[in-house]
């Protein structure tokens, strides 16, 4: 994996190369469960770009994120929205099991890791370290005892709301109905569990009315987090965030991952390649300083990556990016984990 062949392959400095593989680089939004849930797909064998060709699936797997120096990533389990309330939570915990089994299953390549300390023991010991994460907090409606679920500490995060509105809130997709978008009682109860828990509260894809209610009924003494999202600053768009918005989720002690999804990132004249993530990353950087912006790249969750990205290996390709855009390597290790490693130290 150090070696020129594999730099010149994948059309990056070896300086790019071999600070990702040094680096802490953590991933802090991939579905790659998704197509291991739906048809089989085995996230521990290389693949290629698949039928599609980089668009919407086939982004990740081990190999992949091994060659490139993903040490950590926060794998989600994606709700259904449109499953009724009634079974959200027991499709949740067959998901859970699927999930603990895909871990089981790889020969001591993957481990769950639900504190910093246990992330830097699997590090340490060169394992992938698998973050659990839940995007769409409605899949846990229905659980009987919340807190109790919760106690363990197993899922590192919960996205509050996805891409419809739920009994929590409002999504900021244009798929949203509520003509008052604000969160609900419900919504503010899961806040306080999460905060009671120490697991983050993700803010990526809820609604700005929900999003604000979050922030006031959130513990101040916690970091919060968006994990995968673009800035409007750079390109105005329902799934980006505002300046306040930035500046609200940095006060808190928390990060902000980037995504790399092309249609929530490139601006008009503007770059087509993964320069458009550097764009939005040095944007939060102006906006609320270096310690502030991280990585969620949405591989696999039905985005459409820029061209050069689509292969998956969109990660070191920013590196070299970054480093022709004059970055320091001290910021750039920032951004692929250390600044969330100090958040989530903070956290738990």
């Known amino acids: 994996m150090h070696t020129t062949t594999t730099a010149q392959r994948l059309g990056v400095s070896q300086q790019a190369l071999d600070l990702a593989l040094d680096a802490d680089l953590i991933d802090l939004h991939i579905d790659t469960f998704i197509p291991v849930r739906i048809w089989g797909y085995d996230a521990l064998k290389h693949h290629g770009k698949g039928p599609l060709g980089g668009y919407f699936f086939g982004h990740l797997d081990l190999p992949r994120m091994e060659e490139q120096g993903v040490t950590g990533a926060m794998w989600s389990i994606t709700t259904n929205p449109f499953r009724p309330e009634s079974n959200r939570f027991d499709v949740l915990q067959k998901n859970r099991a699927r999930y603990e089994a895909m871990v089981a299953n790889s020969g001591g390549k993957l481990v769950i890791t639900s504190t910093p300390d246990a992330y830097a ?55 949203s109905t509520l003509k008052i978008q604000r969160l609900s009682e419900r919504g503010k109860e899961i806040v306080r569990a999460l905060d009671r828990a120490r697991v983050f509260v993700d803010l990526a894809h809820i609604a700005a009315p ?61 770059p087509q390649n993964c320069e ?13 300083g270096e310690d502030v912006p991280a990585i969620g790249s949405d591989y696999d969750g039905a985005i459409v990556p820029p061209a050069d990205m689509k292969d998956g290996a969109g990660h070191v390709r920013l590196v070299d990016a970054l480093l ?25």
């Open 121 to 175: 023991q699997a590090r340490a010991n060169g394992i992938h370290a698998v973050l659990p994460a839940i995007q769409g907090g409605n899949a846990l409606s229905g659980a009987p005892d919340l807190d109790a679920w919760l106690a363990d500490r197993w899922v590192t995060r919960v996205t509050i709301v996805h891409l419809v509105d739920s009994v929590y809130g409002a999504t900021s997709s244009p798929l």
């Open 210 to 270: 929900s999003f604000w209610d979050a922030v006031e009924v959130h513990d101040p003494s916690l970091p919060l987090i968006a994990t995968h999202t673009g800035v409007s600053g750079v390109v105005p768009h329902w799934r980006n965030l505002d300046d306040a918005q930035i500046q609200v989720i940095a006060k808190s002690g928390g990060v902000i991952g980037v995504i790399y999804a092309a249609n929530f990132m490139g601006r008009k004249g503007g």
């Open 276 to 288: 458009m993530v550097a764009e939005h990353l040095e944007h939060i950087v102006k906006v609320a």
């Open 324 to 348: 022709r855009r004059g970055w320091s390597e001290a910021a750039i290790r920032k951004v692929l984990g250390g600044n969330f490693l100090k958040s989530w130290r903070k956290l738990r």
